[in-house]
């Protein structure tokens, strides 16, 4: 399938997860130990935030990560203190910039791990429920772009949970009303630059792996000599697919159908119940 992150906390360069980590985003790439596919290489994306009022900046493209000298470049450039990247495995659709993650609308952008299942034989269902309003910004042909927008027409920019929610409800009463046993797979991130909303959950509740980062203060006190701890800081925070680094107790891994919400050193952790709009 594919891989994600999202990091918040002081402004580090992007090199720092995407490169240099043990078990890197890029390493997973080549090497992934908890996906379902090991390789990742049909394109990806990073998205970051620079001044609070500008639209979020955006890198994609269809050359796998471990093959792309610009990525490495842009990544030793770019300081940010919240960001996303996002590798992919196609899961029928094609490796083309417009389908590669993130998705932007405004100043949000989306990621997604894993699929709607039979997505053909519900597309034109799901995208008759988009906001017509909406319509003329989608660019690309993916299930995950259906869901970022889905999301956006039921609200994600006041109330992203109860959106998302809202998302998992419609595509799942499709996939039912077409024959589909387990409509859906997933593991989603949308933020909008000040908060990171993060969600397990799939319709069979055997979702795709996600965790996310302990205490990086407590981290601090177990390895002081650690620098990629010290420059995060201490409210800095991770949700991703798979562990960047071995630390005995960095990470814990997300419980089926819950949605994190991140805003600064504000954690939420709340069970995700899907709920038709």
Same mark, same amino acid.
């Given at each position: 399938m594919c891989r994600w992150l999202?990091?918040? !906390?002081?402004?580090?360069?992007?090199?720092? /997860?995407?490169?240099?980590?043990?078990?890197?985003?890029?390493?997973?790439?080549?090497?992934?130990?908890? !996906?379902?596919?090991?390789?990742? !290489?049909?394109?990806?994306? /990073?998205?970051?935030? !620079?001044?609070?009022d500008e639209i979020p900046f955006r890198y994609r493209c269809v050359h796998p990560a471990w093959n792309d000298i610009n990525l490495r470049e842009a990544a030793r450039a770019v300081r940010a203190p919240l960001f996303v990247a996002h590798i992919r495995a196609a899961t029928g659709t094609p490796a083309q910039e417009t389908n590669c993650h993130p998705f932007r609308y405004g100043r949000w952008l989306f990621m997604h791990n894993g699929l709607i299942r039979d997505f053909a034989r519900v597309r034109r269902d799901l995208m008759m429920s988009i906001d017509p309003a909406l319509f003329a910004a989608l660019e690309g042909s993916t299930d995950s772009e259906v869901m970022f927008f889905l999301a956006l027409t039921f609200g994600l920019q006041t109330a992203p949970v109860l959106a998302l929610e809202r998302m998992v409800a419609v595509v799942e009463e499709a996939g039912h009303r077409h024959g589909v046993e387990h409509p859906l797979n997933m593991t989603v991130c949308a933020t909008d630059g000040e908060q990171i909303v993060a969600v397990r959950y799939s319709s069979e509740t055997q979702?795709?792996?996600? @965790?996310?980062?302990?205490? @990086?203060?407590? +981290?601090?006190? +177990?390895?002081?000599?650690?620098?990629?701890?010290?420059? /995060?800081?201490?409210?800095?925070?991770l949700v991703l697919s798979e562990p960047l680094v071995d630390l005995p107790g960095a990470w814990e891994e997300v419980p089926e159908s819950t949605a994190i919400v991140a805003r600064g050193a504000v954690i939420q952790h709340q069970t995700f119940v899907p709920v038709l709009p």
């Open positions: 999202a990091y918040t !906390g002081n402004p580090i360069q992007l090199e720092a /997860v995407l490169f240099r980590a043990e078990h890197s985003l890029i390493d997973q790439s080549l090497h992934s130990r908890l !996906g379902q596919t090991t390789t990742n !290489g049909d394109g990806f994306g /990073v998205g970051w935030y !620079g001044n609070p979702s795709r792996s996600l @965790f996310h980062s302990t205490s @990086f203060r407590h +981290l601090r006190e +177990l390895y002081p000599d650690d620098a990629r701890i010290k420059a /995060v800081g201490d409210d800095a925070y």
